[in-house]
């Protein structure tokens, strides 16, 4: 949670009990960032998770300070498309966000995620702390074990996100014609049914 100043506390000791306490309570929120491929298709993946209070798409994991768009898919930032995931870890936990995100792409493709190519577009997860370092290792080793192959998903420390530009925001809500032709021709419904089958989406 974020440290409230002095004169923020101040603030908050003058008004009534009743408002002060959901002033509060709405600061304890956690957040998970993911690389999953077209970043669209991941907002779309994690927003009915039940404890999701929303998700942004943008680009982390690169050297170039707020990135547009056009860099990143250009290359040369070390950038990947990713979704910050805002949540509420009392409904949801790390741990099943995780069970959301690999049902949602493909684990084995290298600089890839479906029709899209380029390390813009490979997938990885990027925890904040060791503990998530150490769930997200183990669900990706456990993967490894169930289908005996090696997982190309990245685990690498989490450094900063940079939101993309607004057009890109809620695109499969905003865009519903054009996101559904291109998750069609892109197959991605059909390659996470080969994979993970009745588990697909993980939802």
Same mark, same amino acid.
């Given at each position: ?7 923020? %506390? #101040?603030? #908050?000791?003058?008004?009534? #009990?009743? #408002?002060?306490?959901?002033?509060? +309570?709405?600061?304890?929120? $956690? ?8 970043? %669209?298709?991941?907002?779309? $993946? ?14 982390? !994991? ?8 056009? @860099?990143?898919?250009? !290359? !040369? ?10 949540? =509420? ?12 995100? %690999?049902?949602?792409? =493909?684990?084995? +493709?290298?600089?890839? @995620? ?31 074990? /169930?289908?005996?192959?090696?997982? +190309? ?15 890109? @925001?809620?695109?499969?809500? &905003?865009?519903?014609? /054009?996101?559904?032709?291109? &998750? ?11 994979? %993970? !089958? ?6």
């Amino acid at each position: 949670m974020p440290v409230l100043t002095a004169p923020r %506390w #101040l603030a #908050l000791l003058t008004l009534p #009990l009743g #408002l002060a306490g959901p002033a509060l +309570a709405e600061e304890e929120t $956690a957040s998970a960032v993911f690389a999953g491929g077209c970043f %669209w298709c991941m907002e779309e $993946a994690f927003d009915p998770v039940e404890g999701v209070l929303s998700t942004t798409s943008g680009f982390s !994991g690169g050297h170039v300070e707020n990135p547009s768009y056009n @860099q990143v898919v250009a !290359g !040369g930032t070390g950038h990947t498309e990713v979704v910050e995931v805002e949540y =509420d870890p009392e409904v949801v936990d790390y741990e099943a966000l995780l069970h959301v995100f %690999w049902r949602n792409i =493909d684990p084995f +493709a290298v600089d890839r @995620q479906f029709c899209d190519a380029g390390d813009s577009y490979r997938s990885a997860i990027f925890p904040m702390n060791a503990e998530e370092r150490a769930l997200a290792e183990a669900s990706r080793d456990a993967l490894a074990d /169930r289908f005996d192959r090696e997982i +190309a998903t990245e685990i690498n420390d989490f450094e900063a996100f940079y939101p993309a530009e607004e057009y890109h @925001q809620g695109y499969y809500r &905003k865009n519903p014609v /054009r996101y559904r032709f291109y &998750k069609s021709a892109c197959r991605r419904e059909e390659r996470l049914n080969e994979i %993970w !089958g009745d588990e697909a989406g993980g939802v």
